[in-house]
């Protein structure tokens, strides 16, 4: 059990497999709302052939008590079957998907070219005056490659949301 006087924050990726029906993601997004909690990334999907359970990847912060909180919150509403914290709960794959749009020309261009290959970004569309690269990994690697692009002219980005599982015969 966390203390309540540990007042360090932490990042926690948080896995919540649901019915997949109507109004479960309102109830979620209530949750965090309705607690001044922050929800720093959100990917939901079905997953199940049947399309009857879904998976929520929440991204959060706060301290050990607050994320314990959130997760027991989350526990009690009804169309909820399972709540994980990856981050506690062992090894796991966490993973997201960025669009990254660079207007450039020159020199700048080719400097955005190759600090992708750098980053194994792809380029997905092109133009005279452009470049839109999609890129796949962890959140501090999509992080640092945005970073890198901003003196190179970059103009926009879009971003999934992190996906997750844990590693190994474990499964939520």
Do not use: C, W
Not at 4 to 15: C, G
Not at 122 to 142: C, M, N, P, W
């Amino acid at each position: 059990m966390p203390s309540p006087t540990d007042t360090t924050e932490r990042s926690a990726t948080i896995s919540v497999l649901v019915d997949n029906e109507a109004g479960v993601l309102a109830r979620v997004i209530g949750l965090f709302s309705g607690r001044g909690y922050n929800i720093d990334s959100l990917t939901v999907a079905p997953v199940d052939a049947d399309a009857q359970l879904s998976r929520i990847n929440i991204v959060t912060s706060g301290t050990a008590m607050v994320i314990e909180q959130i997760k027991a919150q989350l526990d009690r509403l009804v169309p909820v079957h399972r709540v994980s914290d990856l981050t506690q709960e062992g090894p796991h794959v966490a993973r997201e998907m960025a669009l990254v749009k660079v207007i450039g020309i020159g020199e700048k261009r080719v400097e955005a070219l190759r600090i992708a290959d750098t980053f194994r970004a792809r380029v997905v569309d092109t133009t005279v005056q452009s470049f839109v690269f999609e890129l796949t990994g962890a959140s501090d690697k999509i992080n640092a490659f945005i970073e890198l692009m901003r003196d190179l002219g970059l103009s926009e980005v879009s971003r999934t949301g992190v996906a997750a599982l844990a590693r190994g015969k474990i499964t939520i």
